[in-house]
């Protein structure tokens, strides 16, 4: 029998009151202020077995280009003013992070072989010469991004290393923001300070950097606020809580923070410029993605057939689970993408060095030969 998917991905519009769900090998859009569905699930697409996934997506500045890519190895930019397929282009490896520089006409890929690709927004001409990177890590890269003063590249790793390279000259490396002790899976350049950078993963901590001087601010610890909602351990990657997704609210200048496999995220205010913690907010489920919309509603993706997708929204100063909101009810019983069996949807367990799994080796590229299994220090 086959089970429906749930939105792995979400991600909002940084102009327009529309939020991006992946889905399978589709994406969903949803205008966040009405809840009307924009762009429904194909119908000349009833695709029963799918197995592709978007892993990747970003906005560029003003909305109006959407870049994906999934487990085909390509990316993809789409034109938000109706949605249609504007080109596609190869990638070496998979994705894992996407980034619009700021004329849109170039798409910065980071890969799961650590290399950054800086793409022209063009179809890939044929016998096309391969592109240098100009980012490489010698471990998987878990997150990048483009400055917005498009000076530097800041690129995370597997190996608990943030680098702040220069760009596109990204071999001349400005510095190293060096701290956290597990492996880093988000980062992201403060909204309301953009000298800033915050950064998160596997050690349970937010911190906040000056990432040109290579300097740690302040570091705020979470293991205490989630070590009740952290999941069933499978094996020793999952025994701790990771952290899976953080978005911002800039005009509340609020942080929430998802972790793995949990129903709970984490509510930070920005006070005398540290994060302090607010409030934790718990859900049904175990939680897939957030996203802040432009109204300052906490839209949250949940690993549940019955109910994909939920809203907090502000009531007397904290968040209150809406799952029954109007918003919501067109997005929950839209058609998606339905497969045979469910793709592993908490791979960012593997990033960790306790076990390397298939999914985060070279090898597993290369038809899983020499696997090696690692163990920290």
């Known amino acids: 029998m086959s089970k429906s998917l749930p939105f792995t991905k979400i991600i909002h519009n940084p102009v327009k009151s529309e939020l991006v769900l992946a889905n399978g090998n589709h994406f969903l859009v949803l205008n966040t202020s009405t809840g009307n569905v924009i ?5 000349e697409d009833k695709v029963e077995n799918v197995t592709d996934f978007y892993r990747s997506m970003t906005f560029n500045k003003d909305g109006s280009l959407l870049a994906t890519s999934g487990e085909n190895k390509a990316i993809c930019v789409w034109d ?5 397929l504007k ?3 190869p990638a070496y490896k998979r994705i894992n ?5 700021n004329q849109s006409t170039k798409v910065l890929a980071a890969d799961k072989f650590g290399d950054v690709y800086c793409h022209p927004i063009k179809e890939a001409a044929e016998n096309e010469e391969k592109l240098a990177p100009i980012v490489g890590h010698v ?3 878990t997150d990048m991004l483009l400055t917005p003063d498009e000076k530097y590249v800041v690129s995370s790793d597997r190996d608990e290393h943030i680098r702040v390279s220069r760009y596109p000259n990204g071999y001349n490396i400005e510095s190293f923001c060096l701290g956290h002790t597990d492996v880093v899976t988000c980062i992201s350049i403060l909204p309301w300070n953009e000298k800033l950078l915050v950064s998160s993963g596997g050690d349970g901590t937010v911190r906040l950097w000056d990432y040109v001087q290579g300097k740690q601010l302040a570091l705020i610890d979470l293991k205490s606020q989630i070590e009740a909602y952290k999941p069933p351990a499978s094996d020793a990657n999952s025994e701790d809580a990771i952290v899976s997704a953080l978005s911002f609210d800039a005009k509340s200048k609020t942080l929430a923070v998802a972790f793995a496999k949990s129903p709970a995220v984490i509510i930070l205010n920005w006070q005398e410029s540290q994060f302090v913690y607010k409030e934790t907010v718990v859900v049904s489920a175990s939680i897939l ?9 906490l839209w949250i993706s949940l690993d549940d057939e019955q109910q994909r997708m939920t809203v907090a929204v502000r009531k007397d100063d904290q968040f209150v689970v809406d799952k029954d909101a109007t918003v919501l009810k067109q997005i929950n019983a839209a058609e998606v993408c339905k497969a045979e069996k469910l793709p592993d949807l908490y791979t960012i367990f593997g990033l960790r060095k306790f076990l390397d799994l298939p999914e985060n080796t070279g090898e597993a590229e290369e038809g899983g030969k020499n696997k090696k299994k690692r163990k920290t220090e």
Do not use: C, H, Q
Not at 39 to 43: D, F, I, N
Not at 80 to 84: E, F, K, M, R, V
Not at 289 to 297: N, P, R, S, W
């Open 97 to 101: 992070a996407l980034n619009f520089d």
């Open 139 to 141: 471990s998987m890269i």
């Open 39 to 43: 762009k429904a699930y194909p119908e």
């Open 289 to 297: 993605d957030i996203e802040f919309d432009l109204e300052g509603k």
């Open 80 to 84: 938000t003013n109706d949605w249609s």
């Open 87 to 89: 080109n596609t282009r």
